[in-house]
C-alpha cells in the first residue's frame, strides 16, 4: 500500500465517495454483525466518511477535522481504517499535488446484508469468535429471512403474459431507443460497490497443486474462488505448503465418501495445525552461501550471534506456530482471542510473517508481557506499517533505535527541567510531553527471564523441526 510509505499528516486532504446511499440491510450489518471484530473505531471512521460523503456542499476534508470530530489521533485512526480496508469496507487511494501535497480519495463500499453475510463461513467464523455461541444464534435468527406460512392457502398469483401481453401496438423499440436504454442504465449494470473479503492467492503454485489433486485422484474436485481464497488462507496462516494442503483436500474428500465439505474442510486443517511438524526449508549450496552472506553482513552491522539465530526463527516458523512456541516458553498456551488477532495480522497487515513474529516477540520476550493485548499489537503493527518494515533485521533496528531516541528525549527533558527550575522558583508546575504512541507501554527488560525464554523457544523449535 503506497500511503503507508509516509505517516499520515492532519493537514492532508481527503475526499469521500460512496456510490450510493447506505442500506438499512446494510447499515443494520454494520452495527450488529460488523462491529464486534472491526472494532468500535472502524466503525465510528466509516460513518464518519459516510456523513461527508453525503455533504452536499463540500467535496474534500482535512484530516484534521475528522480527528478532531472522532477524538481519534492518527494511530487509532490509521489502524480503524486500516480494518476497514482488510473486511473489504474501504478503498483507499492517493495522489501527489504540486501545491497541497498528498491527496486521498476514500471510496466506501456497501457492507453485506445480513443474508449474505451469513451464507459465508468465513465472516461466521469472525463473528462467532468475538461472540458468544448464544449470541451469534440469536443474531442469525434476528436476520433469518422469513417465509410465509402458506399451508391450507392456493396461490393464484397472476403471470406476467396474462397481465402484460401481448400488446402489439406500440411495443416495438427502436434500435435508437435500444441504444440510449442501453447508455443511460450502463452505470447500473456496472455497478459493484459491496465490499467482499479478499486474500492474495499468488503466493501458491496452482498448477503444480491441480497436478497433485489428479494424481490423488481428486480430479472431480472444482478449484472455485471460494476453496482457493480458503487453501491460500491456510498457507498464510498455518504455513501449509502446496502438497500439505492436497492431502487435506484428500483427507476431507475421503472423510465424506468423496464429497468435499468446505465446513469440515475448516475444522481439519485448524485440529491438523498442532499435530504436523514445522517444515524446514531446505537450502541449496547458492542459498547456504548467501545466508552466510547474509550473516556476516548483519554482524558487521552490529547484530549478534543471538539476534541471527532470532531473525531465523522468525523467518522459517509460520505465525500460528511461532506463536505457540512463545507461549510455550512462558509456561502458558494460546488463547482464542489471541489466535484471532494473529489471524486478522497476518490476513489483512502488510506485514509479512516474519516480521508478525517479530512482532510477538517484542511483546511477549522483550516486554514480558503475559498475553497478545489486541489494543497494543495493532498500535505496535500500525506503527510499523506505515515505517514499511520488511525483514526482522529491519525490526529489531527499528526497536533500538526507537529506545535509544526515547532516552535521549528523556534526558532532554531532564536538562530542561533542571535549567528551567534553576531560572525560577517556587514550585510552579513543568508542562509535560504525553506520547501518544506503543513507547508508552514499554518496560524494563529483565536480561536474565529474556535469557531463559529465549532458550525455552530454541528447544520448542528444534524439537518442532526434528519431528
Known amino acids: 500500500m503506497d500511503y503507508t510509505m509516509e505517516q499520515l499528516k492532519p493537514k492532508e486532504i481527503y475526499r469521500p465517495h460512496k456510490a450510493r446511499p447506505l442500506q438499512r440491510d446494510g447499515e443494520q450489518a454494520l452495527y450488529h454483525l460488523y462491529q464486534p471484530f472491526i472494532g468500535s473505531d472502524a466503525v465510528a471512521v466509516y460513518l464518519s466518511l459516510l456523513t461527508d460523503a453525503e455533504d452536499c456542499e463540500q467535496e474534500e476534508f482535512v484530516h484534521m477535522d475528522a480527528l478532531t470530530a472522532l477524538d481519534m489521533g492518527i494511530p487509532r485512526f490509521t489502524a480503524a481504517r486500516m480494518r476497514l480496508e482488510g473486511i473489504g469496507l474501504l478503498r483507499v487511494y492517493t495522489k501527489e499535488d504540486r501545491e497541497l501535497g498528498r491527496r486521498f480519495l476514500y471510496e466506501l463500499l456497501e457492507p453485506l446484508t445480513p443474508t449474505a453475510f451469513f451464507q459465508d463461513a468465513r465472516y461466521c467464523q469472525l463473528l462467532l469468535q468475538k461472540v458468544s455461541q448464544h449470541k451469534?444464534?440469536?443474531?442469525?435468527?434476528?436476520?433469518?429471512?422469513?417465509?410465509?406460512?402458506?399451508?391450507?392457502?392456493?396461490?393464484?398469483?397472476?403471470?406476467?403474459?396474462?397481465?402484460?401481453?401481448?400488446?402489439?401496438?406500440?411495443?416495438?423499440?427502436?434500435?435508437?431507443?435500444?441504444?440510449?436504454?442501453?447508455?443511460?442504465?450502463?452505470?447500473?449494470?456496472?455497478?459493484?460497490?459491496?465490499?467482499?473479503?479478499?486474500?492474495?492467492?499468488?503466493?501458491?503454485?496452482?498448477t503444480f497443486m491441480k497436478d497433485l489433486a489428479d494424481k490423488e485422484h481428486l480430479d472431480a474436485i472444482s478449484f472455485t474462488d471460494e476453496l482457493r481464497e480458503k487453501l491460500a488462507f491456510y498457507h498464510e496462516f498455518y504455513g501449509y505448503n502446496e502438497m500439505e494442503l492436497i492431502q487435506l483436500l484428500a483427507d476431507t474428500v475421503a472423510l465424506e465418501n468423496g464429497q468435499l465439505s468446505l465446513k469440515k474442510l475448516d475444522r481439519l486443517a485448524a485440529a491438523r495445525t498442532d499435530e504436523r511438524p514445522v517444515a524446514k526449508k531446505s537450502s541449496s549450496a547458492n542459498e547456504g552461501e548467501q545466508l552466510i552472506r547474509r550473516k556476516n553482513a548483519l554482524l558487521?552491522?552490529?547484530?549478534?550471534?543471538?539476534?541471527?539465530?532470532?531473525?531465523?526463527?522468525?523467518?522459517?516458523?509460520?505465525?500460528?506456530?511461532?506463536?505457540?512456541?512463545?507461549?510455550?516458553?512462558?509456561?502458558?498456551?494460546?488463547?482464542?482471542?489471541?489466535?484471532?488477532?494473529?489471524?486478522?495480522?497476518?490476513?489483512?497487515?502488510?506485514?509479512?510473517?516474519?516480521?508478525?513474529?517479530?512482532?510477538?516477540?517484542?511483546?511477549?520476550?522483550?516486554?514480558?508481557?503475559?498475553?497478545?493485548?489486541?489494543?497494543?499489537?495493532?498500535?505496535?503493527?500500525?506503527?510499523?506499517?506505515?515505517?514499511?518494515?520488511?525483514?526482522?533485521?529491519?525490526?529489531?533496528?527499528?526497536?533500538?533505535?526507537?529506545?535509544?531516541?526515547?532516552?535521549?528525549?528523556?534526558?532532554?527533558?531532564?536538562?530542561?527541567?533542571?535549567?528551567?527550575?534553576?531560572?525560577?522558583?517556587?514550585?510552579?508546575?513543568?508542562?509535560?510531553?504525553?506520547?501518544?504512541?506503543?513507547?508508552?507501554?514499554?518496560?524494563?527488560?529483565?536480561?536474565?527471564?529474556?535469557?531463559?525464554?529465549?532458550?525455552?523457544?530454541?528447544?520448542?523449535?528444534?524439537?518442532?523441526?526434528?519431528?
Open 136 to 206: 451469534f444464534n440469536q443474531l442469525a435468527k434476528r436476520f433469518a429471512p422469513e417465509t410465509p406460512d402458506t399451508e391450507g392457502y392456493r396461490q393464484v398469483t397472476k403471470r406476467f403474459a396474462e397481465v402484460f401481453g401481448p400488446q402489439n401496438e406500440g411495443a416495438a423499440i427502436d434500435q435508437a431507443a435500444a441504444a440510449d436504454i442501453k447508455m443511460q442504465t450502463a452505470s447500473y449494470r456496472e455497478l459493484a460497490d459491496t465490499g467482499y473479503l479478499k486474500v492474495t492467492l499468488a503466493d501458491l503454485d496452482w
Open 300 to 467: 558487521a552491522q552490529g547484530f549478534t550471534e543471538e539476534d541471527w539465530q532470532a531473525i531465523q526463527a522468525a523467518e522459517n516458523y509460520p505465525p500460528l506456530k511461532y506463536l505457540q512456541g512463545l507461549k510455550k516458553a512462558k509456561r502458558s498456551f494460546v488463547t482464542k482471542n489471541e489466535e484471532w488477532l494473529l489471524k486478522d495480522l497476518v490476513e489483512k497487515s502488510p506485514l509479512p510473517n516474519s516480521v508478525i513474529n517479530q512482532l510477538m516477540s517484542y511483546v511477549l520476550v522483550d516486554q514480558n508481557k503475559s498475553d497478545l493485548n489486541s489494543r497494543l499489537v495493532n498500535t505496535i503493527a500500525t506503527d510499523w506499517s506505515e515505517k514499511q518494515l520488511k525483514t526482522p533485521e529491519d525490526a529489531i533496528r527499528y526497536v533500538r533505535q526507537r529506545k535509544l531516541e526515547i532516552e535521549e528525549d528523556k534526558q532532554k527533558k531532564e536538562v530542561r527541567r533542571q535549567e528551567n527550575a534553576k531560572r525560577f522558583s517556587g514550585n510552579r508546575p513543568q508542562r509535560t510531553e504525553k506520547m501518544e504512541d506503543w513507547s508508552k507501554y514499554e518496560t524494563q527488560t529483565d536480561p536474565k527471564l529474556q535469557e531463559e525464554l529465549e532458550r525455552r523457544m530454541k528447544e520448542f523449535l528444534k524439537e518442532e523441526g526434528d519431528r
